[in-house]
């Protein structure tokens, strides 16, 4: 069992397969809402079949493992058909919705849950003053509240611009603030704040408008809604008219299922037209005009959603645009950057179209819900009114750490503080401790007991230790690096069934890694420290977490392979690229690998220049040349920006549309070598 087990093949990339489903297929329906709950299950419910004009009430659930589709019976207070509602999973086995119209356009109010365990609906009594009926609004919980945002509303369609919460621990409904217009859109919570994207604004144009509320230390939003609060349905100048004309008496459907009377708005004279404040909060706002990789939001069926951090679109084909326009790409929240995480296709086969988009909580895995375009007539039915098929894409191998990770891996969060400064995580503070014992001698009292070397950096001018070293002779070896074994024991697998086996290594007390020192000595900083965080100090560079890649590789350590992989994707620039490149390939990180390589592409008359691709082996630079196409070739600078494509948007890496469509497409250079000025292609409020 030697330090350097034989290196794995190069895999052969990641490509999602497509899965088709069996059992009662639902319907393609219009504005119903489809979610994943756990345990490999889907489900789907309401929504209006744009074939038959009917609106339905039917719970259908899908097992992933099985791939079979089946009709849940339920019980108890069974809610009326809707359309445009929300469902979102609460407490791990409840879905709780809200809102949504009924099959007369009489927009709703109510909240109905829904239990998966007893597949009971039951019907909370709520108090406060309920926010108007909406359909195809935003729900997201957070912190036991469920934060609804914008809709639609009464029969001319106005576009709802507030937001409103209710207390799931007391079933009161905050008052109403003014936050922004929008409906069809997307909302989530990260890092104190309600962010909202997409959708379709007042003059009913998709947006590339991204907004934030920050609900930090903000009492309105801290402290529980209490009865009496605020006035009571305010409505902005623009309700004033006449919003409804539908009676008091609850409506029945053609399912027999009458709605709940709670749920329909009526007495609109009762409503007072006095213009609700605006949202307590710092309120901010981005518009997007040009990235290379900005996905452009007026073409494609896009699907977004929220996972590590980021902003994900997914840009799935659609009649209009050809599979070359179709991506994946990932908007960062903290740095407020675009960057496209693949090609659409290499991952949605244009013979399909996609409908929805269901994420499982960790936000990690992603489902695709669709049918494909065309099929074989099948006993007169129209194979394309159901939702047969599913595209399952594991946003893991696309560079996604998920959010759990995420909160653990941000660089507010990895800090090295000492540890009675660090009361909310105790790993963190253990973590501090241990780093202070690092490579240092036992002479120094620190307790190691155990020496690893590595491979001598080239720029490593220091003489080695020959007193501690058993090959000191060697002049490739590098210093020696003090660690305990007890701690390698616990922290790599690799490390612990070596000295089970009571190897060589078990006896000397030392062990040689031929990977370079930097590498190694980074990557037993993170078995002290649980991070690879960048750190003026202590952090790895990106050249020692490319280095610390092929290690996790190696000895088949997935956490760090995905945290390696994240930050690689991230921060990948000039300087490092063709490192990076050469790191991936050696790994078997395919994504990451074909990343490198169109951005070597495109930035190749600087990336040839750095110190990273003089170091490439022959084979090595061969092998990187031959990522280009048969029918590549090199042009200068000037022809470049004649023809448009100094944004990237002909080669792949970036570009969200026609490049011949330059005036209203892509002009900034979204990575680090543009030009300066973090505002340049954005407008901020």
Same mark, same amino acid.
């Given at each position: ?117 007893t597949a009971t609906w039951l019907q909370p009594e709520l108090s406060g003053p309920a926010p108007r009926g909406r359909a195809r609004h935003s729900a997201v919980i957070h912190d036991d509240k469920l934060y609804v945002i914008g ?91 006449? $919003?409804?004309?539908? !009676?008091? +008496? /609850?409506?029945? *459907? ?7 009377? %709670?749920? &329909? ?103 695709? $819900?669709?049918?494909? !375009?065309? +099929? /074989?007539?099948? *006993? ?7 939702? %047969?098929? &599913? ?295």
């Amino acid at each position: 069992m030697s330090a350097s087990p034989v290196r794995p093949r190069k895999s052969d990339g990641y490509k999602p397969k497509i899965i088709t489903t069996v059992g009662a297929k639902p319907a393609c329906l219009v504005n119903a809402s489809v979610t994943y709950v756990g345990n490999d299950q889907i489900y789907a419910f309401g929504g209006f079949d744009q074939y038959t004009d009917e609106v339905y009430n039917h719970v259908l659930r899908l097992n992933l493992v099985t791939r079979q589709w089946n009709l849940v019976d339920n019980y108890g207070d069974i809610p009326g058909v809707r359309m445009g509602h929300t469902a979102n999973l609460w407490q791990g086995d409840k879905l709780l919705v809200y809102g949504g119209e009924n099959e007369h356009r009489a927009y709703l109010s109510d909240i109905v849950i829904f239990d998966l365990k007893t597949a009971t609906w039951l019907q909370p009594e709520l108090s406060g003053p309920a926010p108007r009926g909406r359909a195809r609004h935003s729900a997201v919980i957070h912190d036991d509240k469920l934060y609804v945002i914008g809709g639609m509303t009464g029969h001319d369609n106005y576009v709802l611009d507030d937001i409103c919460y209710l207390d799931l621990k007391t079933w009161t409904w905050s008052r109403t603030w003014r936050f922004v217009p929008r409906y069809d859109h997307t909302s989530w919570i990260w890092d104190g704040k309600i962010w909202v994207f997409g959708g379709l604004g007042e003059d009913m144009e998709r947006t590339s408008e991204i907004w934030w509320l920050d609900l930090r230390g903000s009492p309105a939003f801290d402290s529980p809604a209490t009865i009496g609060t605020g006035t009571r349905q305010a409505l902005p100048a623009r309700y004033d008219r006449r $919003l409804f004309s539908q !009676t008091t +008496q /609850p409506a029945t *459907g053609s399912t027999g299922y009458v709605a709940n009377t %709670s749920s &329909v708005q009526s007495n609109p004279t009762q409503l007072m037209s006095r213009t609700p404040p605006v949202a307590p909060g710092a309120i901010s706002t981005l518009k997007f005009v040009s990235s290379p990789n900005l996905p452009t939001q007026a073409i494609g069926t896009h699907f977004h959603a929220f996972s590590s951090g980021c902003l994900l679109d997914f840009v799935t084909p659609a009649s209009v645009i050809s599979s070359f326009e179709t991506s994946l790409s990932a908007l960062d929240l903290d740095t407020l950057r675009w960057q496209k995480l693949a090609d659409g296709k290499d991952l949605f086969n244009p013979n399909y179209r996609w409908h929805y988009c269901a994420m499982n909580e960790d936000a990690t895995h992603a489902w695709l $819900l669709g049918c494909p !375009t065309e +099929q /074989p007539n099948n *006993g007169g039915a129209d194979p394309g009114e159901y939702l %047969s098929d &599913v595209l399952p894409i594991d946003l893991r191998k696309l560079g996604m750490l998920g959010n759990s990770l995420t909160l653990e891996s941000r660089p507010d969060q990895v800090k090295i503080p000492a540890s009675d400064a660090n009361i909310s995580s105790h790993l963190s503070g253990i973590g501090a401790d241990l780093a202070r014992t690092f490579d240092q001698a036992p002479e120094t009292g620190s307790g190691a007991d155990f020496i690893i070397t590595g491979e001598r950096d080239e720029d490593d001018d220091r003489p080695d230790d020959s007193s501690t070293i058993a090959d000191a002779q060697s002049p490739t070896t590098s210093a020696p690096i003090h660690v305990h074994k007890m701690i390698l024991q616990a922290r790599w697998p690799h490390f612990s069934r070596l000295y089970s086996a009571q190897m060589v290594e078990f006896h000397t007390k030392k062990m040689h890694i031929p990977e370079p020192y930097s590498a190694v000595r980074s990557f037993l900083y993170y078995l002290y420290t649980d991070s690879i965080a960048p750190h003026p100090v202590h952090g790895p560079s990106l050249t020692d977490v490319a280095g610390m890649l092929v290690m996790a590789n190696i000895y088949d350590m997935p956490r760090l392979r995905l945290l390696c992989v994240n930050r690689l994707g991230k921060e990948l620039d000039v300087d490092h690229a063709a490192t990076i490149w050469e790191r991936a390939a050696t790994a078997g990180e395919d994504w990451l690998k074909k990343r490198a390589a169109q951005f070597c592409m495109l930035y190749w008359g600087r990336v040839v220049r750095t110190d990273g691709f003089r170091s490439l082996t022959r084979r090595a630079l061969t092998e990187l040349c031959e990522e280009v196409d048969t029918d590549g070739r090199v042009v200068g600078g000037d022809e470049l920006e004649a023809v448009g494509g100094l944004g990237g948007a002909r080669f792949g890496f970036g570009g969200a549309g026609n490049p011949r469509k330059r005036s209203t497409s892509l002009v900034a250079e979204d990575t680090e070598i543009a030009d300066e000025g973090d505002e340049e292609g954005m407008e901020l409020t």
